[in-house]
């Protein structure tokens, strides 16, 4: 069993920056695929990011890459999603997620554990 407790949100203005941080009880953190979602006020939860279990790969959704990053501490047990370059579009409630498969990253339903969620608010 895993448990996901975001945090890092908050308000931002447009072109700032904020670091999320998912902290990850249990003993098999390391050997778990990491991942972001968000899912804007309207909108459908979207897949952000993914890092597999060493952090050697990573994977980004367009409209985040080269602007995201995420990383990974597994003595931690955390994941952080380092967010530059804000934008009000970006706004949303950001999920972490754990256990997911590369094949079926962008899938919510297909991770096997999910944060509550932390707001993120950029205004223009």
């Known amino acids: 069993q895993v448990q996901l407790v975001e945090s890092g949100g908050g308000l931002v203005q447009a072109g700032g920056s904020l670091r999320l941080s998912c902290a990850a009880s249990?003993?098999?953190?390391?050997?778990?695929?990491m991942g972001w979602f968000r899912q804007a006020p309207g909108k459908e939860r979207e897949f952000v990011a993914a890092i597999n279990w060493n952090g050697f790969n990573t994977y980004y959704s367009a409209s985040v890459k080269g602007r995201f990053t995420i990383s990974r501490d597994n003595e931690k047990n955390t994941v952080y999603l380092q967010m530059n370059s804000l934008k009000p579009e970006d706004t949303a409630v950001f999920y972490c997620?754990?256990?997911?498969?590369?094949?079926?990253?962008?899938?919510?339903?297909?991770?096997?554990?999910w944060g509550q969620g932390t707001q993120v608010t950029v205004s223009s």
């Open positions: 997620v754990a256990g997911g498969s590369r094949a079926t990253f962008g899938s919510w339903a297909n991770w096997g554990y």
């Open positions: 249990g003993r098999t953190f390391s050997s778990y695929a």
